[in-house]
């Protein structure tokens, strides 16, 4: 059984395996859908996230995550093609946020400690508020929140929390500027 290191403590998680392939399977069934077929997309999404997902939600497949049952969107929500949502930690994404191509959100990890490795998952939820524009390419690993209105640029590997209305860059990524109105 494995175990899962997160901020409240260790727990066993039972079940992995069968969240693993359920959402392996209903991805698969999301990436032969075409772009046009936004209903369809929709649906399998709502299935994969046991949630309804407002008629304003995007989505151009080909998308993958490891449990699809921890990943929360707002409205009018666009998702880019090739993004990787691992989300056992959890994921939420706010209203009118824009997910560049190949975008990774990446909510778990393993303990660094090397005799530790194979022991279990780390993992804590990454938040996504209000207006964010993820770049292509960008990853954010486990337990960012980036903030209201701020952009993640093209490539950024953000490792800490973006504050609202703020630009950051790079690897790892750091804020470049305030982008207040």
């Not at 998680?13 to 077929?37: C, F, K, P």
């Amino acid at each position: 059984m494995a175990k899962l290191w997160t901020e409240e403590g260790v727990t066993e998680v039972h079940g992995i395996r069968e969240r693993v392939e359920r959402a392996i399977r209903l991805t698969e069934r999301l990436n032969t859908l075409s772009y046009d077929d936004r209903e369809a997309i929709r649906s399998v999404w709502s299935e994969l996230t046991g949630q309804p997902v407002d008629e304003t939600f995007n989505l151009i497949p080909p998308l993958y995550c490891d449990h699809g049952i921890n990943i929360r969107v707002g409205r009018k929500v666009f998702i880019n093609q090739r993004c990787q949502l691992n989300d056992i930690g959890g994921i939420e994404i706010g209203d009118d946020v824009m997910i560049g191509p190949g975008v990774s959100l990446i909510t778990s990890g393993h303990p660094v400690p090397p005799a530790s490795r194979f022991d279990g998952i780390t993992a804590a939820p990454i938040r996504i508020e209000r207006n964010v524009w993820i770049g292509a390419g960008a990853m954010i690993l486990q337990g960012v929140t980036v903030g209201e209105n701020s952009v993640v640029a093209a490539g950024a590997v953000v490792t800490h929390d973006v504050p609202p209305n703020t630009l950051a860059a790079g690897v790892p990524a750091k804020l470049i500027r305030d982008i207040s109105e």
